[in-house]
């Protein structure tokens, strides 16, 4: 018989979890504290945007085979329980606040049935499983836990979690490795590359790719501080180092950096568990990673401030995106955000546009001008930032934008429109890691 899984935390990853896996033909129970968050979802509707979600959740609710509830007792005759809770950043520190998922463990300890499988998926300081896992055993000795990381990105959580690069699993024993692999055999039929792994190694897969992908674009972005300095191009040295294939031209798109829900929460905790472990040198680069990335923030602005004299006061900024990155409404850490505040702080009349965002960075930053429109998010600007590289950005028409501004300055946080048109237009054109043509 199929397997009955249940899914703890219904946000990003578990909301999609919930619905890929029902999706795949098994029958999935959601659960969440949240119950406003439940309701919502039993209604078919997703509480953030995600492309392709809302449509796979309502599909699979619709089966039957995907259903939501509020209480954890509903949960006891699954099989399988996926842990997806959150591990945000502790206020006034760097490590990562591990209430959620220590009371996921507690309420499911005392459901799940002899012989079933508790699986973690969220982002934890390694040494975390094994804990995790040595408490259930003392609440429930016929359970078992393992850890199985994920790495959905946001904008692409449904394709990433049908059709991950890659499956990891951290376990103790086999019998948990063949109960994963039983759900994800559809992935295992598409050749998907597997990974056994123990228990921290599985955890610190995860913090270590991101810290990659964190490296990669500080380092894009410290050669465009380097590129400012001597006169050289950022966008032309990351094609070219990029097409050799041990580098690899992917995140390497210098601009305001990254934010988000993960990167730099990820690498804070990184550092923080590495000190506990007495291993602080080993990541002590990451201070450094994160201090290239919030650099970049203030280097957008010296640039504003470079073409308004320095006088910020009273100007009219137009910024084009909030959210920490394209195809998403999350602003947690929002580079984005984050410039259009300070620039409204030092006395600059903003307003922003976001596709999608506007009502969550409304929520984070009630005094900022939100539009809904681009036309008018333009009128009268003195200065142009484009800070979140949605598509519809680089749809906009140069010349028409240009009549509608009071004075035509673009600044390209992202390095992602095209300079020839804007600049053929009779823009000034700046950019992070470029020349700075007039
Ligand atoms: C990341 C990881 O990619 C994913 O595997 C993990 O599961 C969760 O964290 P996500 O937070 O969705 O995913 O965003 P990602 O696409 O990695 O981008 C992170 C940030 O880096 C964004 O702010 C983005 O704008 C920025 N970025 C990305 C750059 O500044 N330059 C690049 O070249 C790439």
Redesign the pocket.
């Known amino acids: 018989m199929a397997l009955k899984l249940s899914v703890i935390g219904t946000g990003y990853l578990g909301a999609t979890h919930a619905a890929c896996m029902a999706s795949l033909g098994f029958e999935v129970i959601g659960f969440d504290t949240e119950g406003s968050k439940i309701d919502l979802l039993a209604k078919g509707k997703v509480p953030f945007y995600e492309p392709e979600l809302e449509d796979l959740l309502t599909a699979q609710i619709k089966s039957g085979r995907l259903t939501f509830t509020k209480d954890i007792k509903d949960l006891a005759d699954a099989d399988v329980h996926f842990i997806c809770v959150g591990t945000p950043q502790v206020k006034g520190g760097n490590a990562a606040d591990l209430t959620y998922v220590n009371s996921a463990l507690e309420s499911i300890a005392k459901v799940v049935k002899a012989g079933g499988l508790v699986v973690g998926k969220s982002t934890v300081p390694v040494g975390t499983a094994t804990r995790l896992r040595n408490r259930l055993l003392e609440l429930n000795p016929k359970a078992d836990l393992a850890w199985n990381p ?6 692409f959580a449904v394709e ?1 979690t049908l059709h991950p690069n890659r499956l990891v699993v951290g376990v103790v024993n086999d019998q948990a490795e063949k109960v994963l692999k039983e759900v994800y055999a559809a992935n295992l039929s598409e050749n998907t590359p597997w990974v056994r792994a123990d228990l921290p190694t599985a955890e610190l897969v ?1 913090v270590a ?2 810290s990659f ?1 964190a490296t ?2 500080s380092f ?2 410290a050669m465009a501080e380097i590129c400012e300095a001597a006169g050289g191009d950022v966008t032309v040295l990351a094609k070219a180092i990029g097409y050799d294939p041990r580098i690899g031209s ?14 730099p929460k ?1 690498i804070r905790a990184f550092m923080a568990r590495a000190e506990e472990l007495g291993a602080k040198q080993a990541v002590e680069f990451l201070k450094e990673i994160d201090a290239i990335n919030l650099r970049a923030r203030q280097r957008i602005i010296e640039l504003v401030r470079k073409d308004l004299s320095d006088d910020l006061q009273g100007k009219k900024v137009a910024i084009l995106g909030a959210a ?2 394209p195809d ?1 409404d999350d602003v947690r850490d ?2 984005a955000l984050d410039i259009a505040a300070q620039i409204q702080a030092a006395g600059a009349v903003v307003t922003v546009h976001d596709p999608k965002a506007i009502a969550n960075a409304q929520k984070r930053f009630p005094a900022l001008k939100f539009a809904e429109d681009i036309d008018n998010t333009l009128k009268d600007a003195e200065i142009v930032l484009h800070l ?2 949605w598509k519809i950005y680089r749809e906009i028409d140069p010349i028409k934008a240009k009549s509608l501004v009071k004075s035509a300055i673009m600044i390209d946080g ?1 390095n992602a429109l095209d300079r020839t048109s804007w600049l053929s237009a009779g823009w000034k054109f700046r950019a992070l890691g470029r020349a700075n043509n007039e």
């Open positions: 994920e790495f959905l990105r946001e904008g990433d995860k790719a991101n992908l990669k674009i894009i972005n992917r995140f390497l798109q210098a601009g305001i950096g990254f934010g988000g829900g993960c990167l990820d920490f990155k998403s929002s580079p979140t590289e992202r």
